[in-house]
T-cell receptor, first 113, second 111 residues
């Protein structure tokens, strides 16, 4: 069974204080690892897809990296508007298409001015 | 483009009542999904529709039924609501790659 574990559950940062969120996974053949951002009262918003170990993706202050066992979402010099819950999800290689994705429970990030 | 829309936004039901959650997308996406999100559980797939005319069970289908009415619309029905179905329900759609577009959610309470 595919499993996704995110840590920490919650993270409080001062504005400008860089940090990383962790997503460890167990799947039978990774097809893709995804990061989403979810604001309170809204649906998740897609951020990145990573396909293989060593791959990196960047968007503004966010950088996602992937190893064979985990992914990190690095946040550089965060701003209050980066406050949200960040979700990690994986797609196993034996599932057809991208129909079944396993989500983690998320890391709730709060950036204080 | 409205993206993915869901109605209603909030709903309170009594145990045993039925209701249908509506979802529509205007992005011409082939695949559509229904998830539920509970504290400490993450998003869990209830049902999905890979294309118009097809539906398949996800991880937690018991107590739910779905209808892919056409390419745009995918509804979720609770025939006899139970307190365990209190949750936030999200509809999502996808065209081909991995990126899913989510609606704003329906917050359902069953008393």
């Amino acid at each position: 069974e595919d499993q996704v574990t995110q840590s920490p559950e919650a993270l409080r940062l001062q504005e400008g204080e860089s940090s990383s969120l962790n997503c460890s996974y167990t799947v039978s053949g990774l097809r893709g690892l995804f990061w989403y951002r979810q604001d309170p009262g809204k649906g998740p918003e897609f951020l990145f897809t990573l396909y293989s170990a060593g791959e990196e993706k960047e968007k503004e202050r966010l950088k996602a990296t992937l190893t064979k066992k985990e992914s990190f979402l690095h946040i550089t010099a965060p701003k209050p508007e980066d406050s949200a819950t960040y979700l990690c999800a994986v797609q196993a290689g034996d599932s057809g298409g991208y129909q079944k994705v396993t989500f983690g429970t998320g890391t709730k990030l709060q950036v204080i001015p | 483009n409205a993206g993915v829309t869901q109605t209603p936004k909030f709903q309170v039901l009594k145990t045993g009542q039925s209701m249908t959650l509506q979802c529509a997308q205007d992005m011409n996406h082939n695949s559509m999904y229904w998830y539920r999100q509970d504290p400490g559980m993450g998003l869990r797939l209830i049902y999905y529709s890979a294309s118009e005319g097809t539906t398949d069970k996800g991880e937690v289908p018991n107590g739910y039924n779905v209808s892919r009415l056409n390419k745009r619309e995918f509804s979720l029905r609770l025939e006899s609501a139970a307190p365990s179905q209190t949750s936030v329900y999200f509809c999502a759609s996808r065209i081909q790659g991995p990126e899913q577009y989510f609606g704003p959610g329906t917050r359902l309470t069953v008393t």
